[in-house]
């Protein structure tokens, strides 16, 4: 049997979700609370598998209560359930860890089965936050390539003229430094993206996102 804790500060959410809940044979409502400080007693008094978490509520946000949860080193899984899909609460309640981000748009029979993957350690997310969530984490990827690889923005500057063709000559001219100043600037590059020619700084660096 799954235990679920269900946490909302509306009354008649969590009235649906008792009686959508008490539908199946495998999952078991046993506690619920309006707000962040009765969920965060609730969950260490009952310890249940799954926590169904809304996102405002009265005193602390849900995101704020995944994160003391965690630092309570609470062992079940936590789901956030909520009517915002906002890319940024998403990254929040992710970063705070939570297990999971649901839409209250999610259809009965979904949501049960998140429950019951939840309680398995299987993540879940409502499949129209997915590709919001996608494109978020490649620009975290993209921002760490470029910390990594420590080109300034000059750097960049260069390399996007030499991947059009210009030349050590023109590059200068362009950036107002000489034709040495650019050839010695590129020997750089190379050495921090490991390339052994302009070509190859200019491929790795289209490779990494970097240009």
Known sequence: MI?????????????????????TTDIDVTGEARDAATALEQAKMLRPDVILLDLRMPGATGIQAA?????????????????YGDQAYVRQALEAGADGYLLKSTPSDQLIQSIRDAARGRRQLSPELLDG???D?????REKTHRDADLSNDDREILRRAAE??????????????EIAIKKRL????????????AHAVAEAIRRGLI
């Open 133 to 135: 969530v996608l494109q």
């Open 187 to 198: 020997q750089g590059i190379y050495a921090k993206l490991g390339a052994v020619d302009r």
């Open 165 to 178: 063709g210009g030349t050590n000559r023109e590059i200068g001219q362009a950036m107002n430094r000489s």
């Open 67 to 83: 994160r003391r949860l965690r630092e309570q080193q609470f062992p079940g899984a936590v789901i956030v359930l909520t009517s």
């Open 3 to 23: 235990s679920v804790l269900l946490v909302d500060d509306h009354p008649v959410v969590i009235e649906g979700l008792r009686k959508l809940l008490s539908t």
């Open 137 to 141: 984490f490649g620009g975290l990827a």
